[in-house]
């Protein structure tokens, strides 16, 4: 069986540092313009139109702002089975939707065997098209965690 590998960015690139996902994937294809099995994907905020794209992929590796009490910067990291679905901890701003988006695909049967997410904590979300420092020096992090989850999968 061939794997369809999928390195997702989402976020609103409008509101700062709600934008680290797509910020982060954008990075990361930059430093690997062209890889066989892989697809880089720009999210955005599209919530439901993702669905193809989750549901086509057997390997998913999610970028987000993370919304949590932690100090801005951090960088959580979940494997599938921890992601929350609704309540608990809400991922980010427009994440419910994203958050819905795996549940249909589970209950679909259709939801990836191996999912990552890598969150970053917002310093600040308002009107704005750069991220702030705090959340920009994180960008090598996440591409390390990144290049780790797709070296684990043999990618």
């Known amino acids: 069986?061939?794997?369809?590998?999928?390195?997702?960015?989402?976020?609103?690139?409008?509101?700062?540092?709600?934008?680290?996902?797509?910020?982060?994937?954008?990075?990361?294809?930059?430093?690997?313009?062209?890889?066989?099995?892989?697809?880089?994907?720009?999210?955005?905020?599209?919530?439901?139109?993702?669905?193809?794209?989750?549901?086509?992929?057997?390997?998913?590796?999610?970028?987000?702002?993370?919304?949590?009490?932690?100090?801005?910067?951090?960088?959580?990291c979940l494997e599938k089975d921890r992601i929350p679905y609704f309540g608990g901890m809400r991922m980010s701003q427009h994440q419910q939707s994203f958050q819905e988006v795996l549940f249909l695909a589970d209950i679909r049967g259709h939801l990836p065997d191996y999912i990552y997410f890598i969150g970053v904590v917002p310093k600040q979300v308002e009107w704005g098209l750069e991220l702030t420092p705090a959340v920009t020096c994180r960008i090598p992090v996440i591409l390390e965690h990144i290049e780790s989850c797709l070296k684990r999968w043999g990618q």
Do not use: C
Request: hydrophobic share 40%.
């Open 1 to 76: 069986m061939s794997h369809q590998v999928t390195v997702l960015g989402i976020g609103n690139i409008l509101y700062q540092d709600e934008g680290v996902g797509v910020h982060a994937v954008e990075a990361f294809r930059k430093k690997h313009p062209e890889r066989p099995g892989l697809t880089i994907e720009d999210g955005g905020t599209e919530g439901m139109k993702l669905l193809p794209i989750v549901e086509q992929s057997t390997h998913l590796i999610i970028v987000d702002a993370v919304v949590s009490s932690k100090e801005a910067g951090t960088v959580i």
